[in-house]
């Protein structure tokens, strides 16, 4: 069985560029979930997607935003772009109905602002 | 609001001693709590979670952890390591009242050999 897939594994941006970022979640789960890990300070929730309605987001700015399709792949996007948004961006997926957060992560998109 | 603190952001043992990685934790709820371990240039993958059967959890690669409320701890421990556990490890809550799961800073564990 395929897990959690992302890409691009790597990119390089510029200020003020946009990105997208794009997960397959594991077949059967429906739960996406987008997490920023920047360098010495840990995974911060970004935002959570289930059945294609956006449920929670953190405290990020709205150029911060993403999208689930029907198929529950899901997509952030990230505009005009800081030197801070550089980190590893990591999403992971969850069965339907599950109750105890076990996530299921992919490798991420390590993202490079210059 | 739930919350996870880790103690130390670095941990470096010998080959073979005993590995403690502390987890401290606040909730107004009874928590579940995790403990993921991220290999160099990976996303992270499940060692053990507490879900409020046993209070002693054990995970793959021979680690286990022990919930304590009167502490609010989960600390992680193996009782031998080996350089294969040369990695970074997170402990994590689970918040569904607010729908996301916390994860604290992470602990990067190093073993001597």
């Known amino acids: 069985e395929a897990g959690v897939t992302q890409s691009p594994t790597h990119l390089i941006k510029t200020r003020g560029q946009q990105v997208t970022l794009r997960c397959s979640p594991i077949s059967g789960h429906t739960s996406v979930y987008w997490y920023q890990q920047a360098l010495g300070l840990g995974l911060q929730f970004l935002l959570w997607y289930d059945e294609g309605e956006e449920r929670n987001r953190g405290n990020f700015p709205p150029r911060f935003s993403g999208r689930q399709f029907p198929n529950y792949s899901s997509e952030l996007n990230v505009n005009a772009l800081e030197l801070e948004d550089s980190a590893l961006y990591l999403c992971?997926?969850?069965?339907?109905?599950?109750?105890?957060?076990?996530?299921?992560f992919g490798e991420g998109s390590r993202l490079t602002v210059l | 609001a739930q919350s996870v603190t880790q103690l130390g952001s670095h941990v470096s043992v010998s080959e073979g001693a005993l590995v403690l990685l502390r987890c401290n934790y606040s909730?107004?709820?009874?928590?579940?709590l995790f403990w993921y371990v991220q290999y160099p240039n990976q996303g992270l993958q499940l060692l053990l979670k507490?879900?409020?059967?046993?209070?002693l959890v054990k995970g793959i690669n021979g680690f286990e952890a022990e919930f304590k409320k009167s502490e609010t701890s989960f600390h992680l421990t193996k009782p031998s390591a080996h350089m294969s556990d040369a990695a970074e490890y997170f402990c994590?809550?689970?918040?569904?009242?607010?729908?996301?799961?916390?994860f604290g800073s992470g602990t990067r564990l190093s073993i001597r050999p």
């Open positions: 992971a997926s969850t069965l339907p109905g599950t109750d105890t957060g076990e996530l299921f």
């Open positions: 994590a809550v689970s918040d569904f009242s607010a729908s996301k799961i916390i």
């Open positions: 909730s107004s709820v009874p928590p579940y």
């Open positions: 507490y879900t409020s059967a046993a209070t």
